[in-house]
């Protein structure tokens, strides 16, 4: 279950545990006061902090979240110095995302407007994005946290099973407005439908009682978008996509058959990548530029 710090409450998180939750992710985002609020975020740091604790005596397993790169003024040491404050509280979980600007936003629509020396609402240069996230798999990994996606870290055996599904490019289905989902109808090759849930709750409330149909859309995926999601998903990882993985949800397809192996080649010449025949992997470098390197990857034929 996720929940925001401000909506923690003792007496919730409990009867939340005896219905069965085990583990609860908690969307702090910063460890800043004054970051919180450029975030738009309700709570402060040691509301996150007393919400963090007493989720720790509710729950088994708990995670929290963490945003960095959010703006071009926060520096290595600033972020090292955050990161290092988040560590004290002995997570066995973080996830430590790079902030995301997403289009259609009333951020993106001030982001875009955003000229300098209006440090506030740009974000940090390449360079400094790339020294963040690598501060951040180098502390991590001092404390005993493994990285095991590009933004997950964990203590072993603690990590997040629901979203190594999604990774590894698993079946699953989402329940509730807005809700999305993978799933197979067939049980063929290349069988995987994308399902969305209406998005208004009331509309899909209304739905549900009127015995109708709660899915706002329903398309089967093309074998050229399997391929790219599994791909994706899969070098998300530090597991990478093993080729019986590849062969299983592509339909018997292989990676000479998919993939450009000459820019693989030079991606695993340059520390990029790492390529044997029964698995390609993204190294601790490549992981940190996949959005680059993903498009490079599939080769300009159609798929069959």
Do not use: C
């Amino acid at each position: 279950m996720e929940a925001n710090p401000t909506s923690v409450e003792g007496s919730k998180l409990k009867n939340f545990r005896e219905a069965g939750i085990n583990r609860l992710s908690l969307g702090v985002q910063s460890l800043r006061d004054s970051d919180l609020r450029y975030l738009g975020r309700n709570h402060t740091t040691s509301e996150a902090i007393s919400a963090y604790e007493l989720a720790r005596n509710t729950f088994p397993r708990v995670s929290f979240d963490l945003i960095y790169g959010r703006h071009s003024g926060q520096t290595v040491d600033g972020w090292s110095e955050e990161l290092q404050e988040a560590l004290s509280l002995k997570p066995d979980h973080l996830s430590l995302y790079t902030l995301t600007i997403e289009p259609n936003t009333p951020y993106y629509r001030l982001h875009s407007k955003a000229t300098p020396p209006d440090r506030r609402l740009s974000l940090p240069d390449l360079a400094v994005q790339e020294a963040l996230y690598h501060k951040t798999v180098e502390l991590t990994k001092r404390e005993g946290l493994g990285q095991y996606e590009v933004s997950n870290f964990a203590r072993e055996g603690q990590e997040s099973r629901h979203n190594m599904n999604y990774w590894s490019y698993g079946l699953f289905l989402g329940i509730g407005a807005g809700a999305a989902s993978r799933v197979a109808l067939n049980n063929s090759a290349n069988d995987r439908w994308a399902l969305k849930q209406l998005l208004d709750p009331n509309k899909w409330m209304l739905a549900l009682e009127n015995n109708s149909s709660s899915s706002l859309e329903e398309t089967q995926l093309t074998p050229e978008e399997i391929l790219w999601e599994v791909l994706l998903l899969s070098l998300r990882t530090t597991q990478g996509l093993p080729s019986s993985r590849l062969s299983e949800v592509t339909g018997g397809l292989s990676f000479d058959q998919v993939i450009n192996l000459d820019i693989v080649r030079e991606l695993e010449k340059e520390g990029i990548l790492s390529f044997e025949s029964d698995r390609l992997l993204a190294t601790s470098k490549g992981l940190a530029l996949l959005d680059s390197v993903l498009p490079q990857l599939i080769n300009n034929h159609k798929v069959d």
